[in-house]
T-cell receptor, first 112, second 115 residues
Framework: QKEVEQNSGPLSVPEGAIASLNCTYS??????FFWYRQYSGKSPELIMS????GDKEDGRFTAQLNKASQYVSLLIRDSQPSDSATYLC????????????FGTGTQLKVEL | SAVISQKPSRDICQRGTSLTIQCQVD?????MFWYRQQPGQSLTLIAT?????????ESGFVIDKFPISRPNLTFSTLTVSNMSPEDSSIYLC????????????FGPGTRLTVL
């Protein structure tokens, strides 16, 4: 079982819709969770971080964490074509020091 | 977040040669990380570099192939040695954030093509 799993997509949503991106992780002791956005040919950009159960909102982005289910998600409201990118889930595993483990990423396409 | 630069941004190299990639940060950071991202793949951690100590390599990566230097708190280099076409990849450095939750911020990357 992979440590961090994501559906590779592509996930296609119409402009203005809510995009829902999901990530599961295997290490129950994981403590920090991150979403990175990566445009084609660019490096990953940190857009959300979450550390405790529940929701965290920042503008059009909401991160949701459920440690019991080992599940973290990213919701993008009012999706725009500029949101089209690959979204990487990253987890700081228990006992992993400062290292992050990345999922394979979900490609999001926002269509006009 | 810190401003991170990498040199070169891209290079095309012949097999058997070596390339050194530089990573410069505009503020002092304790931990720096080197990743590889192969075409269409996610990020794979190569090693963690702390100033004043030997780099810690992940499984599958060895110092002879990827020597790393960390001479001070704002700079690090990664060398890709004796390159083969399989080393064609994007190499990224990252630094830890100041939030204390293991967040990382990435440099722009170095796109390496080995012929």
């Amino acid at each position: 079982q992979k440590e961090v799993e994501q559906n590779s997509g592509p996930l296609s949503v119409p402009e203005g819709a809510i995009a829902s991106l999901n990530c599961t992780y295997s290490d129950r002791g994981s403590q920090s969770f991150f979403w990175y956005r990566q445009y084609s040919g660019k490096s990953p950009e940190l857009i959300m971080s979450i550390y405790s159960n529940g929701d965290k909102e920042d503008g059009r982005f909401t991160a949701q964490l459920n440690k019991a289910s080992q599940y973290v998600s990213l919701l993008i409201r009012d999706s725009q074509p500029s949101d089209s990118a690959t979204y990487l889930c990253a987890v700081s595993l228990a006992g992993g020091g400062n290292k992050l483990t990345f999922g394979t990423g979900t490609q999001l396409k926002v269509e006009l | 977040s810190a401003v991170i630069s990498q040199k070169p941004s891209r290079d095309i190299c012949q097999r058997g040669t070596s390339l050194t990639i530089q990573c410069q940060v505009d503020s002092q950071v304790t931990m720096m990380f080197w990743y590889r991202q192969q075409p269409g793949q996610s990020l794979t951690l190569i090693a963690t570099a702390n100033q004043g100590s030997e780099a810690t390599y992940e499984s599958g990566f060895v110092i002879d192939k990827f020597p790393i230097s960390r001479p001070n708190l704002t700079f690090s280099t990664l060398t890709v040695s004796n390159m083969s076409p399989e080393d064609s990849s994007i190499y990224l450095c990252s630094v830890e954030g100041r939030g204390g939750y293991n967040e990382q911020f990435f440099g722009p990357g170095t796109r390496l093509t080995v012929l």
